[in-house]
């Protein structure tokens, strides 16, 4: 099973206990600088295999594409970003997560990586909005004749959302019950 690109999935859910905490940090494209113990024993990977490696070797394919637009894009504008993400580990099996995502700073002030803490989410939430909401999202992304124009269709759904709810994406996320 190769490391890079694998979209292979199980359909097994892994857990982890409400008390553990994923961390993993990132530099400033999203390459592995660090994971804990807990991050390795969920995604299934030695520390080996992934530091220097792009986070998104745990990418699960049924992840939006336009959530992690709109993270990236908060990020890098020095936001901190809560959301749902459902993962997938080395054998394919998969992980929902809710992470908190924040900019790391040296003393200067200058980004130098990213943050992310994860904790077993809401279930019901998990069940009865965000998937739903990502079976949408991800329809759109891929009905679309281009990946840009399925990106951009996921990012329209997104706003029309937020606009109707009039709140942010966080908020939207702890609206929805973590």
């Known amino acids: 099973m190769a490391l890079y690109g694998n979209t292979h999935v199980t359909?097994?859910?892994?857990?982890?206990?409400?008390?553990?905490?994923?961390?993993?940090?990132?530099?400033?494209?999203?390459?592995m600088t660090y994971g804990n113990r807990t991050f390795f024993k969920i995604a299934g990977y030695t520390e080996n295999e992934c530091l220097g490696v792009q986070h998104n070797?745990?990418?699960h394919p049924d992840m939006p594409r336009c959530v992690f637009d709109f993270l990236w894009k908060n990020l890098s504008a020095g936001e901190e970003v809560f959301a749902y993400v459902i993962n997938r580990s080395k054998n394919g099996d998969?992980?929902?997560?809710f992470a908190h995502v924040?900019?790391?700073?040296?003393?200067?002030?200058?980004?130098?990586?990213?943050?992310?803490?994860?904790?077993?989410?809401?279930?019901?939430?998990?069940?009865?909005?965000?998937?739903?909401?990502?079976?949408?999202?991800?329809?759109?992304?891929?009905?679309?004749?281009?990946?840009?124009?399925g990106l951009?269709?996921?990012?329209?759904?997104?706003?029309?959302?937020?606009?109707?709810?009039?709140?942010?994406?966080?908020?939207?996320?702890f609206s929805l019950g973590t």
């Open 94 to 97: 998969h992980y929902w997560v």
């Open 11 to 31: 359909g097994v859910e892994r857990t982890f206990d409400r008390d553990d905490i994923i961390v993993s940090k990132t530099d400033t494209v999203g390459k």
């Open 102 to 149: 924040t900019p790391s700073y040296d003393a200067a002030g200058k980004t130098v990586g990213y943050h992310s803490t994860r904790r077993v989410p809401n279930r019901k939430t998990v069940d009865d909005h965000i998937v739903p909401l990502y079976k949408t999202l991800l329809q759109l992304e891929k009905s679309a004749e281009s990946p840009s124009r």
């Open 57 to 59: 070797l745990i990418r």
């Open 152 to 173: 951009a269709a996921g990012n329209d759904a997104v706003a029309r959302l937020l606009a109707e709810h009039k709140v942010s994406f966080n908020e939207l996320m």
